[in-house]
T-cell receptor
Framework: DAGVTQSPTHLIKTRGQQVTLRCSPK?????VSWYQQALGQGPQFIFQ???????QRGNFPDRFSGHQFPNYSSELNVNALLLGDSALYLC?????????????FGPGTRLTVL | AQTVTQSQPEMSVQEAETVTLSCTYD???????LFWYKQPPSRQMILVIR??????QNATENRFSVNFQKAAKSFSLKISDSQLGDAAMYFC????????????FGTGTRLTVIP
């Protein structure tokens, strides 16, 4: 049983560009959450998707957007990249956001903005 | 708003010894969950242990145990018989029951295990 997978592993972009990160949840999971982890910091919640809709959003600008597909996989899009967007982006999947279930994390995508 | 505070940026422990990592959690909610996650150099966040706030008994998972003091908003992690594989970043996190299962993390404690 594959766990949470993310692609790509590493990514280098320049300021002003746009980037798309991808996440496949653990088998059987229907909820995907995205987190940004800046260097030396703990992860910060970006948003969560369930049933192809954004359920909850953290304190991130509209440049950060997402999508969830019918197979529950998800994408994170960041437009107009800033140097401060350089971070490790973590995807976590779980079952049913309405009740507690453990979140399983992927290995992350390291984004560097030059 | 929820806040999670870890005041120990780095800790070290001798192999086979015991170490305690500290965390405080502040929320206006009465029901919530608290967690300790381990993040090794491979970057994958791994759940170590969790505690439901309504439970008085402290959680234990093998060599890992917590000391949850609700009134003091304290949630510490004790690692017994430390092993080299325990070396990692440890993050304290919280989740309110009213939330959509999103987690609020502290800034982490880097644990070094000395052979």
């Amino acid at each position: 049983d594959a766990g949470v997978t993310q692609s790509p592993t590493h990514l280098i972009k320049t300021r002003g560009q746009q980037v798309t990160l991808r996440c496949s949840p653990k088998s059987g999971h229907d909820t995907v959450s995205w987190y940004q982890q800046a260097l030396g910091q703990g992860p910060q919640f970006i948003f969560q998707y369930y049933e192809e809709e954004e359920r909850q959003r953290g304190n991130f600008p509209d440049r950060f957007s997402g999508h969830q597909f019918p197979n529950y996989s998800s994408e994170l899009n960041v437009n107009a990249l800033l140097l401060g967007d350089s971070a490790l982006y973590l995807c976590a999947s779980s079952l049913d956001p309405g009740s507690y279930n453990e979140q399983f994390f992927g290995p992350g995508t390291r984004l560097t903005v030059l | 708003a929820q806040t999670v505070t870890q005041s120990q940026p780095e800790m070290s422990v001798q192999e086979a010894e015991t170490v305690t990592l500290s965390c405080t959690y502040d929320t206006s909610e009465s029901d919530y969950y608290l967690f300790w996650y381990k993040q090794p150099p491979s970057r994958q966040m791994i759940l170590v242990i969790r505690q439901e706030a309504y439970k008085q008994q402290n959680a234990t998972e093998n060599r890992f145990s917590v000391n949850f003091q609700k009134a003091a908003k304290s949630f510490s992690l004790k690692i017994s018989d430390s092993q080299l594989g325990d070396a990692a970043m440890y993050f304290c996190a919280g989740r309110d029951q009213t939330g959509a299962n999103n987690l609020f993390f502290g800034t982490g404690t880097r644990l070094t295990v000395i052979p």
